[in-house]
């Protein structure tokens, strides 16, 4: 699983770190490739000797390696090949460190000069673990981007009982491989996507339609395949290329688009409506292409179409259900009016008053609206959309 990963493993001086044989191995069993670095007060809690054997590397403490050669470890090196760093366990001493930069040691330095991703399990006493330094210093490297991950709960080295133990190796090495191969809540679920316009016929000739590109649904198509689900994508006519992974169903109007999305959606974890589908279509369409000459075409006698959220609301069993709403005028409440009639978990709002939102963009402003909750985005992508949106749906899973 973690084949050819190279995992620069930073141990220091906590008790815990006698785990990290433990970790060593799992991560070598799993085909790592893994290099360790220790604090000189590590050496007091674990030795070289065990983690270089399962390692089947030398470890490096200190700087200088040999005082007679002057054969020194080359921080900048090591610190440029990992893909990942781990520090495990993370004494309160080198997380303040590591958000200081004090760089009097062989680890700190390496990670001073590492390019790669970091992650941090800290290990420490009760009280040490609820001191507001810990917790500020965590914070810090949380706003950095380096992935912290969470104190284990239990008996603690002191005796004392409570938050502070390091996460065991088995859940650190979870973190690792999560860390290379994401595994989403969406992988294998079956999402089911409506994209772009509906047309709707007058004519053989003439339509009514409207401005939708496609692109929301397309982009959302897109990153649900990536996130590993199995994606089903039923579009009305646009010019979009659709990813290989998708299953794609092209339909015209809204009839079809009803027909196919029912077809599917007894099968489907979660229904993702955002085609833009006409509400009204003509009542009769005739057969040979009206002649302005013939036919008064200023009046044209218009039906409901099918409505699709609604029907599929109203059937739902385990489905979880997201819709679009676009408005020009009191956004919020309709939003909300439609989230309940239509017994959705999630709409998604677009306000044409948005600049750069909307059809045809490439940008789009959203709005969440939940049962019980609304939260404001900001202009972002689509992609970036689509991604906010399949988080939510992740969360909502
Ligand atoms: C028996 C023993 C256990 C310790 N366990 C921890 C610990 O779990 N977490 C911690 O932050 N410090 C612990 N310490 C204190 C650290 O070893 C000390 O702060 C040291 O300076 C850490 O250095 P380093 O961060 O460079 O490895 C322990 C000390 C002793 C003597």
Redesign the pocket.
Known sequence: MLKGKKILLGV?????AYKTATLVRVLTKAGADVRVVL????L??VTPLTLSTLSKHPVHSAYVENEETGEWANHVALGKWADLMVIA???????S?LVSGECD?L?IAVYLSASCPIMVA????LD?SDHWTTKKNLETLEEKHVRVLPFGEGEL?SGLTGK?R?MEPEEIFDAIADHFDPRSKLKGKRILITAGPTYEAIDPVRYIGNHSSGKMGFALAQAAADRGADVHLVSGPTHLQHDPMVHRYDVVSAKDMFEKVTTLFKDTDVLIMSAAVADYRPATIAEKKLKKEVVDLAVIELEKTEDILAHCGAIKEKQLLVGFALETDDELAHARRKLENKNLDLLVLNSLRDAGAGFGTDTNKVTFVFPDQVREGELKLKTEVAADILDEIERML
């Open positions: 220091t001086g906590s008790i815990a604090t000189p007060s590590a007091s809690f366990p993370c004494s309160a001493n080198t997380l460190k040691n680890l800290p290990a420490m006493d040490m080295a502070g390091m």
